[in-house]
């Protein structure tokens, strides 16, 4: 049986995509014409690809709009996002939908109601491409979030900090905007689980995760901890996760025209699974499939006994290699199975442990899941 996260599922637990469906209505301007583009791929260097809520069309942008909910959210996009944008972007919009304020990078006067944003956002791009109350929404998101703030049950809490997030889980969540970005060569992944300790918990587990596939040691790096080609650290219930892409990786996570055009190298594990961000999360008896495409059905057959190999080794657990044809549905509780046919490779992950899908954890929904092995007693 597959399930797959509905909109209604998707917006009573990520404020993130309320917030989305406010900009991208906006993109569309006045008459329903196409004024701006809203979450797409912007790539401004060979290292650093971006998500924005909006963007003009031009090749560079020439004007962007970066929006945050969240202090931890506000904090990537000022101090991460913001350095790497400015002296690329003529002109950079940083808003911050939970005040409903935003200011301007490099102009001085602080910050202004988000109610004047469509005037500056017409006089950057010379025409009347926004409406003027096209961010009243913001104002109705923002009341409807603060009505469905609930305390989550004692007995789930303390499940989510006994079983913390293992460092594959982490790859399925995505970016702060639910959106995969390149900041100098690395993925920035983010989850906020529902207590500090829980997020301790997940970032002990993630340093251990990483020394195993990396087969290296933990060092201490400017408030990260650094194994191998990872980087994380724990900002009070947030779990902050960099992964520095490889070369043969990028093609697979940003899937834009100059690196689908250039040679296939096969990528590694962690970019398989992350997959292209438009990928939809979907669930088949408590796996989560990601697929991976290949220049030959060879390349294919031979990146499945690598991953295999990989996740043998990381996981410490049984892997089912299997061409994709002869592969039986999988089975409540199945492990990891490996799927190779034609020039396609699916990696199929357990997502069933414990009643809880990792990925609604990143939605602040640890709702326990019907159907679900449940979890074994643990002091």
């Known amino acids: 049986m597959a399930t797959a996260l509905t909109e209604d ?6 404020p993130v995509v309320m917030d989305w ?5 906006v993109a569309w301007g006045p008459q329903g014409h196409a004024a701006l583009g809203s979450r797409g ?8 690809i971006l998500a924005p809520q909006l963007h003009d069309v031009s ?6 709009v970066l929006a945050g909910r969240g202090a931890a959210h506000m904090q990537y996009l000022q101090e991460e996002v913001l350095p790497v944008a400015q002296p690329r972007v003529d002109h950079v919009v940083l808003v911050d939908a939970e005040r409903e304020e935003f200011q301007v990078a490099g102009m001085r006067g602080g910050t202004h109601p988000v109610s004047t944003l469509p005037d500056f956002l017409n006089f950057c791009l010379k025409r009347r491409a926004v409406d003027g109350d096209a961010f009243q929404r913001l104002h109705v998101v923002n009341r409807h979030l603060a009505a469905q703030r609930d305390e989550p049950p004692p007995d789930v809490v303390l499940q989510v900090e006994a079983y913390p997030l293992r460092l594959w889980e982490v790859f399925f969540m995505r970016g702060h905007a639910w959106r995969y970005e390149l900041l100098n060569e690395e993925v920035p992944l983010a989850v906020e689980l529902p207590t500090t300790l829980a997020a301790n918990r997940a970032l002990m587990q993630c340093v251990h995760d990483a020394q195993q596939f990396c087969a290296a040691p933990a060092t201490e790096e400017l408030g ?13 219930a947030l779990l902050d996760v ?8 990028l093609r697979v996570v940003f899937p834009l025209p100059p690196l689908l055009g250039s040679s296939w190298e096969p990528p590694t594990l962690p970019a398989v699974l992350m997959g292209s961000q438009l990928r939809p999360l979907e669930l088949r008896n408590g796996l989560c499939p990601v697929r991976c495409i290949c220049p030959t059905a060879d390349d294919a057959e031979n990146l499945a006994q690598a991953l295999a190999f990989a996740v043998r080794a990381w996981c410490q657990t049984e892997v089912a290699l299997m061409p994709l044809a002869d592969a039986p549905p999988p089975e409540l509780g199945s492990g990891w199975r490996v799927l190779y046919g034609a020039q396609h490779v699916e990696v199929q992950v357990p997502m069933h442990r414990h009643g809880l899908l990792p990925w609604k954890l990143m939605m602040g929904d640890i709702t326990p899941v ?3 092995p449940a979890a074994p007693a643990k002091k």
Do not use: C
């Open 9 to 14: 599922d998707v917006a009573r637990s990520l």
């Open 370 to 372: 019907r159907g679900a």
């Open 224 to 236: 990260w901890i650094r194994v191998g080609r990872f980087r994380m650290r724990q900002r009070e």
């Open 21 to 25: 469906e406010v900009f991208s209505g």
């Open 242 to 249: 960099r992964v520095r892409m490889l070369e043969s990786d």
């Open 59 to 64: 090749a560079p942008p020439t004007l962007i």
């Open 41 to 48: 791929l912007v790539r401004l260097s060979p290292s650093i």
